[in-house]
């Protein structure tokens, strides 16, 4: 048993660090020092809505040391530096053996203990043997902290089906989800062209400077921008990282006849969709939606960093100790931070 700190709901958005007792890794376990851990829309997302339950411990986009091995566990050693996703499918039952691997049951146990935001965290058998990525020397932290979100952000390039070739993608939102979405397509498919769309000017400007085709704000601009980028033929794809009716509406007059549009953000609660049927009907376009990521687009993804065609690190804005985990909320909140990382607490409490 360790005694390390975690940042622990209390219900609502109040969070509080403390100590937090970890088992001695068992058969097939993994136990990491925290190294840096991400902030992600999900945990904004479950803070807002209360939906974490008190003594529940967030966060599962993760980099650790490995301080121990549980006995039979192969292909590490402490001190190696790993990143693990925190959902794994089971790989046979009937929903993975259709595709739809990230709707497995199985797939939604959480497999970091106590969670990502926690100075020691022990990892489960089947992330441990089937998802852990033991990092190189030359992938930093900041690279490998995106291994999850990066995964679900290909899954969701994937389910746009964009062209090999010549494509356009729209991005609406320029968040950190937003410009990974720009980041992944660049590096997945580089003959596609993006365009941004987001009402911020920073944020224009960065997605340019990151490689977007162009940036726009929403509305008859990106509407203008979009038929320049594809001759008036409209968007092959259109990937919405806002969520809710209104940008859901705008999507669909962005998208080309026969496009798709993939949803890749929540919407408000049981908040209906508002759109004329024969947009879809009668011109072929699709509304997907992407959740997640599988073991398929985590190996992918890790490729990607690996030989370094894909580089998430100028998403990364601010480093904070778990000590200041409100305050990095905030600054998310407020939009003042891209992607915030948090690094061990400063109040280290170890035995
Ligand atoms: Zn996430
Ligand atoms: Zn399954």
Request: aromatic share 4%; glycine share 12%.
């Given at each position: 048993?360790?005694?390390?700190?975690?940042?622990?709901?209390?219900?609502?958005?109040?969070?509080?660090?403390?100590?937090?007792?970890?088992?001695?890794?068992?058969?097939?376990?993994?136990?990491?020092?925290?190294?840096?851990?991400?902030?992600?829309?999900?945990?904004?997302?479950?803070?807002?809505?209360?939906?974490?339950?008190?003594?529940?411990?967030?966060?599962?986009?993760?980099v650790?040391?490995?301080?121990?091995?549980?006995?039979?566990?192969?292909?590490?050693?402490?001190?190696?530096?790993?990143a693990?996703?925190?959902?794994?499918?089971?790989?046979?039952?009937?929903?993975?053996?259709?595709?739809?691997?990230?709707?497995?049951?199985?797939?939604?146990?959480?497999?970091?203990?106590?969670?990502?935001?926690?100075?020691?965290?022990?990892?489960?058998?089947?992330?441990?043997?089937?998802?852990?990525?033991?990092l190189?020397?030359?992938v930093s932290d900041?690279a490998a902290v995106?291994l999850?979100?990066?995964?679900?952000?290909?899954?969701?390039?994937?389910?746009?089906?964009?062209?090999?070739?010549?494509?356009?993608?729209?991005?609406?939102?320029?968040?950190?989800?937003?410009?990974?979405?720009?980041?992944?397509?660049?590096?997945?498919?580089?003959?596609?062209?993006?365009?941004?769309?987001?009402?911020?000017?920073?944020?224009?400007?960065?997605?340019?400077?990151?490689?977007?085709?162009?940036?726009?704000?929403?509305?008859?601009?990106?509407?203008?921008?979009?038929?320049?980028?594809?001759?008036?033929?409209?968007?092959?794809?259109?990937?919405?990282?806002?969520?809710?009716?209104?940008?859901?509406?705008?999507?669909?007059?962005?998208?080309?006849?026969?496009?798709?549009?993939?949803?890749?953000?929540?919407?408000?609660?049981?908040?209906?969709?508002?759109?004329?049927?024969?947009?879809?009907?009668?011109?072929?376009?699709?509304?997907?939606?992407?959740?997640?990521?599988?073991?398929?687009?985590?190996?992918?993804?890790?490729?990607?960093l690996?030989?370094?065609?894909?580089?998430?690190?100028?998403?990364?804005?601010?480093?904070?100790?778990?000590?200041?985990?409100?305050?990095?909320?905030?600054?998310?909140?407020?939009?003042?931070?891209?992607?915030?990382?948090?690094?061990?607490?400063?109040?280290?409490?170890?035995?």
């Amino acid at each position: 048993m360790t005694h390390a700190n975690a940042v622990t709901c209390l219900g609502g958005e109040q969070t509080t660090l403390q100590p937090f007792d970890t088992p001695a890794p068992g058969p097939g376990e993994l136990l990491l020092d925290l190294r840096v851990v991400g902030f992600c829309g999900t945990d904004m997302f479950k803070l807002v809505t209360g939906a974490a339950a008190p003594g529940t411990v967030l966060g599962h986009e993760i980099v650790g040391e490995v301080a121990a091995i549980g006995p039979g566990v192969e292909g590490f050693a402490p001190g190696d530096r790993v990143a693990v996703p925190h959902h794994v499918p089971c790989g046979e039952c009937a929903l993975c053996r259709r595709g739809a691997e990230t709707m497995c049951d199985t797939f939604r146990e959480n497999l970091l203990f106590p969670g990502g935001f926690a100075d020691r965290i022990l990892v489960r058998p089947r992330a441990t043997a089937q998802a852990a990525q033991k990092l190189p020397d030359h992938v930093s932290d900041e690279a490998a902290v995106f291994l999850e979100p990066g995964a679900c952000v290909l899954r969701s390039v994937h389910k746009g089906e964009l062209p090999r070739e010549g494509g356009l993608a729209v991005v609406q939102g320029g968040g950190s989800m937003g410009l990974l979405h720009l980041l992944i397509i660049r590096a997945a498919l580089p003959g596609t062209k993006v365009l941004v769309v987001d009402p911020v000017a920073e944020r224009m400007e960065l997605a340019v400077s990151l490689g977007a085709a162009a940036a726009a704000p929403p509305g008859e601009a990106a509407q203008a921008a979009v038929g320049e980028l594809s001759e008036g033929l409209g968007a092959d794809a259109v990937f919405d990282t806002v969520g809710g009716a209104g940008p859901l509406r705008a999507a669909l007059t962005l998208s080309r006849q026969g496009g798709t549009v993939v949803l890749f953000a929540h919407a408000g609660p049981d908040e209906p969709a508002d759109f004329p049927i024969n947009d879809l009907f009668k011109f072929e376009r699709r509304i997907v939606g992407a959740y997640s990521g599988a073991l398929g687009e985590q190996r992918e993804v890790f490729d990607l960093l690996r030989s370094g065609a894909l580089d998430p690190t100028p998403l990364v804005t601010h480093r904070l100790p778990l000590d200041r985990f409100a305050e990095g909320v905030e600054l998310v909140r407020q939009r003042k931070a891209l992607k915030v990382l948090y690094t061990p607490s400063n109040g280290k409490d170890r035995d």
